[in-house]
């Protein structure tokens, strides 16, 4: 008897779960939704630097529109914990499936590759990991210490799963003391079922307000996409549940499909829309708002941490002189 043996590996399909969803329409782009394809001299040395050191960002797993723009300043957001998540987000293009083991190396990689930049600011995100039994949340702390460690100068933003039923874990992370703790809700709470089921919102907003009473000093931020069939009340009553939390900084951006298994774009909302978002914010307390068609969590995060800080200082100052 012969045994033929299939030597050809098979690529694992990116979105495994997604797979037998029917293909949703793909709305047109309006003119305002335009970006420069990546091709510059700084988002090629920025490339090489981020594939050297072995590192993933999600600038390229989640297809950012900004990708040209960041990585030919040198700025990238540093994705953590391997390019797998156990999650299944509708609007998110990240792999889903079974991870891998943590790398050990990978905060050393990590703090090499922001010296390497140069960056004054970074912004250290990562996969969905709830096989583990933290969430990789020690994983996130050893990040921080390595780039303290390698630049000391930089500051450090991380954007963090909800760690849901990981009791314990959002107190390591506060206690690495990062300049600013974000954790995105993503869209408002009639939509979770369907945009982002695996999580809860009322604990991402805990979540949010823990951070606070833990250490006042960090700054907080958040963010949600917009066309997803949100109405504009509920944006609202977002942004109260998050200065409810003591939240400092919210981001709003357009949702964009990243293929069609994914959940449709149900409106593209116009830049003066966004305009009114922004004003309505800032009315309700936040120091600082993003709001634009491409506006995204990690999008000039160091200009943002500078007005950011800035914000803070004069609130302090009138609040003294009253």
């Given at each position: 008897?012969?045994?033929?043996?299939?030597?050809?590996?098979?690529?694992?399909?990116?979105?495994?779960?997604?797979?037998?969803?029917?293909?949703?329409?793909?709305?047109?782009?309006?003119?305002?939704?335009?970006?420069?394809?990546?091709?510059?001299?700084?988002?090629?040395?920025?490339?090489?630097?981020?594939?050297?050191?072995?590192?993933?960002?999600?600038?390229?797993?989640?297809?950012?529109?900004?990708?040209?723009?960041?990585?030919?300043?040198?700025?990238?957001?540093?994705?953590?914990?391997?390019?797998?998540?156990?999650?299944?987000?509708?609007?998110?293009?990240?792999?889903?499936?079974?991870?891998?083991?943590?790398?050990?190396?990978?905060?050393?990689?990590?703090?090499?590759?922001?010296?390497?930049?140069?960056?004054?600011?970074?912004?250290?995100?990562?996969?969905?990991?709830?096989?583990?039994?933290?969430?990789?949340a020690q994983h996130f702390a050893e990040?921080?210490?390595?780039?303290?460690?390698?630049?000391?100068?930089?500051?450090?933003?991380?954007?963090?799963?909800?760690?849901?039923?990981?009791?314990?874990?959002?107190?390591?992370?506060?206690?690495?003391?990062?300049?600013?703790?974000?954790?995105?809700?993503?869209?408002?709470?009639?939509?979770?079922?369907?945009?982002?089921?695996?999580?809860?919102?009322?604990?991402?907003?805990?979540?949010?307000?823990?951070?606070?009473?833990?250490?006042?000093?960090?700054?907080?931020?958040?963010?949600?996409?917009?066309?997803?069939?949100?109405?504009?009340?509920?944006?609202?009553?977002?942004?109260?549940?998050?200065?409810?939390?003591?939240?400092?900084?919210?981001?709003?951006?357009?949702?964009?499909?990243?293929?069609?298994?994914?959940?449709?774009?149900?409106?593209?909302?116009?830049?003066?829309?966004?305009?009114?978002?922004?004003?309505?914010?800032?009315?309700?307390?936040f120091l600082m708002v993003s709001s634009s068609p491409l506006t995204r969590s990690?999008?000039?995060?160091?200009?943002?941490?500078?007005?950011?800080?800035?914000?803070?200082?004069?609130?302090?100052?009138?609040?003294?002189?009253?």
């Amino acid at each position: 008897m012969v045994t033929v043996l299939d030597t050809v590996a098979k690529s694992r399909p990116r979105h495994p779960e997604k797979a037998h969803r029917p293909d949703q329409e793909v709305l047109k782009k309006p003119d305002w939704i335009r970006v420069k394809a990546p091709i510059s001299r700084g988002y090629l040395e920025t490339r090489e630097i981020v594939k050297s050191n072995k590192l993933v960002t999600v600038c390229e797993e989640a297809g950012c529109p900004n990708i040209g723009e960041c990585w030919e300043k040198k700025h990238a957001t540093f994705m953590i914990m391997g390019e797998i998540c156990t999650r299944a987000c509708a609007f998110c293009n990240v792999a889903t499936g079974i991870p891998g083991p943590l790398d050990p190396n990978e905060p050393a990689n990590v703090a090499k590759a922001v010296r390497e930049m140069g960056l004054s600011h970074v912004v250290i995100t990562s996969v969905d990991r709830d096989d583990l039994a933290d969430g990789g949340a020690q994983h996130f702390a050893e990040v921080i210490f390595a780039i303290r460690e390698a630049a000391p100068a930089t500051t450090i933003e991380i954007l963090t799963p909800d760690f849901l039923r990981k009791e314990g874990a959002l107190d390591v992370v506060v206690a690495a003391k990062p300049d600013v703790f974000n954790h995105n809700l993503e869209t408002v709470p009639s939509k979770y079922l369907t945009v982002r089921p695996g999580a809860r919102y009322f604990h991402s907003i805990r979540l949010l307000q823990r951070v606070k009473e833990l250490d006042p000093s960090i700054f907080t931020k958040s963010g949600i996409m917009v066309g997803l069939g949100e109405e504009r009340n509920e944006v609202l009553q977002l942004m109260d549940d998050l200065r409810s939390a003591d939240v400092d900084f919210i981001t709003i951006g357009q949702y964009l499909q990243p293929t069609r298994k994914h959940h449709p774009v149900k409106k593209f909302v116009t830049p003066e829309e966004f305009k009114s978002y922004e004003t309505i914010a800032y009315t309700k307390g936040f120091l600082m708002v993003s709001s634009s068609p491409l506006t995204r969590s990690s999008h000039h995060a160091g200009e943002d941490f500078a007005r950011l800080r800035a914000a803070r200082e004069a609130r302090f100052s009138l609040a003294k002189s009253a």
